[in-house]
Structure formats: C-alpha cells, structure tokens
C-alpha cells in the first residue's frame, strides 16, 4: 500500500502511477488497477472504472500530479508547463458534467502557473502538485464527515431512506455523501430502512450502494427503477437522498438519470427530497441546470450490457444519457460541508462562498 493516503484510490508508490479499485468489476471481484499513461487514466474515468464526483476529483488530482511528475524527467520548463495545460485539457475530456473533475485539474494546474512566476524547476512543480492532490484527498475526507453530519440531522431512528445511484464511499473517500448520514447513523445505532433504486443503465444502485450498505450491516431493499412510486405510496419513505455531479447557480443538480423522476414522486407524496454534496460540486459560473453539458454514452449500454445476450434488436437507435437535471423547486435543501441549504438558492449557494 502506497504511503501516501490508501483507499480506493491512491498515488503509487513510485509516484508516476495511480491505483485505482475497478469498479465496473463490483460486487463479483475486487481488483486494482495500476494507472501509468494518459490514455489508461483517460479511459479509467470515461469507462467509469472511477466514479462519483468527488472520487473524480480525487483521481484527476493524482492523475495530474503523476503525469506531472513522469515529465519533470524530460522536460525543460516551458515545455513541462505546455505538457500540464496539454494533460489538463486531455483529462478534462473525459468526463464533461461532474465538474470535480475540471475543479481538481485547475486546481493543480493553477499551482503549477504560481511556481512558474519563480521559474521552479519541474521536480519542485512536480513535487506541489503531488501535496495539492494529497490535500484534495484530505479535505474530502472532511467534507464526507460534515456532510454526513448535516445530513444526520434530518433522520430518526427508523425512517425510511431512498436513494438513486451511489454516492457513498466509492463515490468518494470515505463514508460518501448521500449515503454519508446512513452510515454514520449505522455506526451509531439508529435503525434506517433503506430503498436503493438500481439505476439503469450502469446499475450503480444494484452493483454499489446496495454492495456498501450490504458490507455496513444497514437495512437496505434493492428495488427497480420504476419501484420508487410504490414504495414512497406505502408510506415506507420518509426522505430521499441522492448525490450530484454538478449544482447550478440556482439550484438545479445535475446527477445520474433517474434522479429528476424520483424527485417529482417525491414531490406527489409529499417527502422531502435533499441533494448531498462537496461545495466543489456547486458551479456559480453556471446559472441553471439547462447550461449543464449532458454526457451521452454509449448504445450498448442499453442494448446489450450486463446481459449475457442483447436484450433489444441489434441496430435499435438508443438514447442513452448520463444524467438528468432535477429543477431546484423539487428540491427540499442541498447538504454540504458547511450546512444545508435552503431556498432560494441563489441566495444560500452563494452565500458559501462569501
């Protein structure tokens, strides 16, 4: 294990690799995957071999730090510092809405811009980027702790709890963030029924969250997407929990495709519907959730994936998007780091960063 943080996501021991748990290989096998180029690193956030938006941004920030590191060999200063910007835009690609993913790269990119004010040589570079990927990792820490706090406030002992996709730990670095208030609940001694959707087309619901509370001892009922409607009228939810990929200015998350329909149940039977997630997730530069880039993916994903043969006509035209946008009028509060959020949100978004 590397002597840097240790998780699901690390630095290598060498420092020009990152180790990652393959999450597309969950719950059947648990397998780590060494990242050595920009192509293996590239394809390990699109295929989704990492995922959730702060575990992202964790990835991205020691993915840039080894990169960085690799070059300082090679590279004289002002083509080490073209090679940085290079690599940020190239990763950057790979995953368009979670916007932890560009936070993290201009995070270590603006660093590496301060140092070349001073000319530092690549291997002082190198080496700053290494401790801001690190601090990205602590801090994340943090957050989950917080978040789940915040969000404990919000739960009784035996409430029901519904959840679409997964924003635990996976997600994250520890404890998550929607799922973040269930698992310290847990460890705690609440009791909290918990319904996770299994989310299509990725199962994320199925393969992880249900595969992490399982793990943690909580109560947790799988259900099918389009079963959300029947638990919520048995009057087996008391509140929703989701995370987020991004957060506009006014409110409107953006978060695994699904999520908007679960909030409009909620919304008909009258549950508090919450959003749980890092201030790095809130982009003010983004003034509604219609300026949010959709991610579209591939076919297969529908067609054939997780089957063992297709289960639709070979060459059907699929739409298959990443995420949807629940509008911020459906959304009760948005839990961060530093409290929950009320409406108007244009006011208490922007009030976390003042």
């Not at 920030?61 to 070059?71: F, K």
């Not at 006509?313 to 961060?336: E, M, Q, R, W």
Request: net charge negative; hydrophobic share 40%.
């Amino acid at each position: 294990m590397s002597q840097y943080l240790s998780g699901h996501i690390h630095l290598g021991d060498d420092l020009t690799s990152v180790v990652i748990l393959d999450q597309t290989l969950l719950p059947n096998e648990v397998k780590y995957l060494t990242l050595r180029t920009p192509e293996e690193m590239f394809e390990a956030i699109r295929s989704l071999r990492v995922r959730g938006a702060p575990a992202i941004g964790i990835c991205a920030g020691y993915c840039l730090a080894a990169i960085a590191q690799q070059r300082s060999r090679d590279l004289d200063h002002p083509r080490y510092l073209s090679e940085l910007f290079r690599q940020v835009q190239y990763l950057g690609s790979s995953r368009p809405t979670a916007v932890n993913l560009s936070w993290a790269l201009d995070r270590l990119l603006r660093k590496a811009i301060d140092l070349s004010d001073v000319t530092a040589p690549p291997a002082k570079i190198a080496a700053v980027l290494r401790e801001e990927a690190l601090s990205i990792h602590r801090e994340d820490i943090a957050m989950c702790r917080a978040i789940s706090e915040h969000g404990l406030t919000l739960l009784k002992d035996g409430d029901g709890v519904l959840t679409h996709c997964n924003a635990g730990p996976l997600a994250t670095s520890q404890y998550g963030t929607a799922l973040g208030p269930i698992l310290l609940g847990t460890e705690r001694g609440m009791r909290l029924r918990v319904f996770a959707d299994e989310t299509r087309p990725l199962l994320q619901g199925a393969r992880l969250t249900a595969y992490e509370l399982d793990r943690a001892g909580a109560d947790v009922t799988l259900i099918c997407d389009n079963m959300a409607s029947m638990v919520m009228k048995n009057g087996w939810v008391n509140a929703c929990f989701v995370g987020c990929d991004r957060v506009a200015a006014n409110g409107d998350a953006a978060n695994k495709i699904g999520t908007s329909g679960v909030a409009i149940l909620a919304k008909h039977y009258g549950i508090p519907f919450y959003v749980l997630g890092p201030t790095s997730t809130v982009d003010l530069d983004c003034p509604t959730g219609a300026d949010i880039e959709i991610e579209l993916r591939d076919p297969e994903e529908i067609r054939s994936k997780f089957y063992a043969q297709p289960m639709a006509p070979a060459g059907v035209k699929c739409y298959n998007p990443a995420f949807d946008v629940t509008d911020h009028t459906l959304i009760s509060g948005i839990i961060t780091e530093k409290g929950i959020c009320r409406p108007p949100y244009t006011e208490s978004l922007s009030a976390l960063f003042s």
